[in-house]
């Protein structure tokens, strides 16, 4: 199944957060061996900085990613195919650590939308301006038939925030959608999107489209939602979307990621994870951030393996039907494998 999965996702996407490159000093991670009330003032006081100094030293051993092959991998024919189609990835935009592994295995992110962002969230390598070209109204069809092309049985579509259209670029998603279900009903279909500006109109367009699985990521814990994500998105408006979603389709799956290492404490996160089986969100998926570049957040804490491994124990043991959780995890890394696999 992995080997016939590609995944072509559009959105800012949240788990974007960044590449390895820069990162020289491991910086000091918050105490475990505190009290809840002296962690949350820790954390008060080491939260993420714009431009601070790229720190010196090694990384920790356990990030080593495979570089992208040579010229005859799939890694190479699967991009000369995407250049071909003028489509953007999100692999390449975002500085993804895993595009090697993915695109050898014959899995993609493909954003919608063009590769320009309204929105300048701090942790995202994407490129931003206020007014971005117009969306290309040949997209959806295109898109759909590339995929019926390929042969693929799963696909995550994601964008960039558009938020200069009107809908936010719901319906051109929707349009999207729609055009594969009628190519080839057989595919399951993803959708890792944006707030919309919580528009409820947005959401439900996009949900009554046929999709499979709506993702929509909340980033980050609510004290940091500032320090993190725009001015525009927002923790509780993240929810009522995934809530919204939820509540215009039956049998509609929901989705969130959530990244770690930026200063948030083991409370915030067991209550955030509540908060999202408040609203009945089915999968979460956890990972590192990274900082892409100098002019981007600072890594406040490397969470160990061992961490990670933790907080999928404790979010299957509160609920969520499933969990992907470590370093390099990002909110749709093999998101196929991991759907047909637990959810079907």
Not at 29 to 53: M, T
Not at 242 to 265: I, N, V, Y
């Amino acid at each position: 199944v992995c080997e016939a999965i590609l995944i072509i996702v559009a959105s800012m996407i949240g788990f974007i957060g960044g590449e390895f490159g820069g990162v020289r000093r491991r910086p000091r991670p918050i105490s475990c061996n505190l009290s809840s009330a002296q962690r949350v003032k820790e954390a008060e006081s080491a939260v993420p900085k714009v431009g601070a100094p790229m720190p010196e030293g090694r990384r920790p051993d356990w990030f080593h990613v495979p570089a992208p092959g040579g010229d005859k991998t799939r890694f190479s024919e699967l991009t000369d195919s995407l250049r071909d189609l003028n489509l953007h990835t999100v692999c390449e935009e975002a500085k993804c650590p895993n595009i090697g592994e993915c695109w050898n295995g014959g899995t993609a992110t493909i954003m919608l939308l063009g590769d320009t962002c309204t929105r300048g969230c701090k942790f995202c390598a994407i490129n931003t301006a206020s007014t971005p070209p117009p969306a290309d109204e040949s997209e959806p069809f295109n898109t759909a038939a590339a995929i019926a092309k390929w042969g693929i049985n799963y696909v995550v579509l994601t964008s960039v925030d558009r938020d200069d259209m009107p809908d936010g670029g719901a319906g051109h998603f929707a349009q999207t959608v729609k055009y594969i279900k009628a190519l080839d009903s057989s595919i399951l279909v993803e959708c890792l999107v944006s707030d919309f500006q919580g528009r409820h109109s947005s959401v439900q367009a996009l949900a009554e489209s046929g999709l499979d699985v709506y993702a929509h990521n909340l980033e980050t814990v609510e004290r940091l939602q500032r320090h993190v994500r725009d001015r525009r998105a927002g923790y509780r408006q993240s929810l009522d979307v995934l809530r919204a979603a939820k509540g215009f389709r039956k049998g509609l799956f929901t989705k969130t990621s959530l990244m770690l290492g930026l200063g948030e404490t083991d409370d915030e996160i067991r209550q955030t994870l509540r908060d999202l089986r408040s609203v009945d969100v089915d999968v979460v998926t956890f990972g590192q951030y990274l900082r892409p570049t100098s002019k981007h957040l600072s890594i406040v804490e490397y969470v160990t393996p061992e961490k990670f491994e933790m907080w999928k124990e404790e979010s299957e043991k509160m609920g969520f039907r499933y969990v992907a959780s470590g370093p390099l995890v990002r909110s749709s890394y093999k998101a196929g494998e991991y759907f047909m696999e637990n959810m079907i």
